[in-house]
């Protein structure tokens, strides 16, 4: 049985704070791993993927992976209150291109 | 996002009564995965098609769910004699696959089925 584990939250931080959502997943076939944002009501939305163990940076977001901890994480520099929404984690193994998704966590960024 | 076109929205349908969403994938991507989401919960993966091809459909329960991905037309997800159980959010997604963006997925708005 895949899973993606995720703490529910809710994660509340300042305006203008890091924001640090953790994830980890059970697979260790893993290959892809994925973060999405949905705000209330809406669809998910793709931010950011991240294939290859370290860092990888787009703007004001941060994915990290460690494969052999099994573990991904998202920063989210200079938090703003439209950030505010779940944001999902999720992984694929080159098998299926399935992706398992966690329960999200969600993000409250107050001013 | 505008490219996976979803309906309907909203379905509210009675117990005993059936439900059909539709998906029309992005232009250019062959393949289509329904996922379902509950209140407070993740989504869980139903199944995968490609056109008049079910590719993976691990996640859909045996009885009462069926999915289809005709060679013309949008994918359709079909619930027979829907229960208060089915009420939840069914949100279409589509991939080009052999992207290098593998498992990377454009998400529909979803259809919210209501069963009274």
């Known amino acids: 049985q895949k899973e993606v584990e995720q703490n529910s939250g809710p994660l509340s931080v300042p305006e203008g704070a890091i924001a640090s959502l953790n994830c980890t997943y059970s697979?260790?076939?893993?290959?892809?791993f994925f973060w999405y944002r949905q705000y209330s009501g809406k669809s998910p939305e793709l931010i950011m993927f991240i294939y290859s163990n370290g860092d990888k940076e787009d703007g004001r977001f941060t994915a990290q992976l460690n494969k052999a901890s099994q573990y991904v994480s998202l920063l989210i520099r200079d938090s703003q209150p439209s950030d505010s929404a779940t944001y999902l984690c999720?992984?694929?193994?080159?098998?299926?291109?399935?992706?398992?998704f966690g329960r999200g966590t969600s993000l409250i960024v107050h001013p | 996002n505008a490219g996976v076109m979803q309906n309907p929205r909203h379905l509210v349908r009675r117990r005993g009564q059936e439900a059909r969403l539709r998906c029309s994938p992005m232009k250019g991507h062959s393949h289509v995965y329904w996922y379902r989401q509950l209140p407070e919960e993740g989504l869980k993966f139903m199944v995968y098609?490609?056109?008049?091809?079910?590719?993976?459909e691990s996640g859909m329960p045996k009885e009462r769910f069926s999915a289809e991905f005709p060679k013309e037309g949008p994918s359709i997800l079909r619930i027979q004699q829907v229960v208060r159980g089915d009420s939840a959010a069914y949100f279409c997604?589509?991939?080009?696959?052999?992207?290098?963006?593998?498992?990377?997925?454009?998400f529909g708005e979803g259809s919210r089925l209501t069963v009274l």
């Open positions: 098609l490609q056109k008049e091809n079910i590719i993976d």
């Open positions: 697979d260790r076939g893993s290959q892809s």
């Open positions: 997604a589509s991939s080009p696959r052999g992207s290098p963006n593998t498992g990377e997925l454009f």
């Open positions: 999720a992984a694929s193994s080159g098998g299926s291109y399935i992706p398992t």
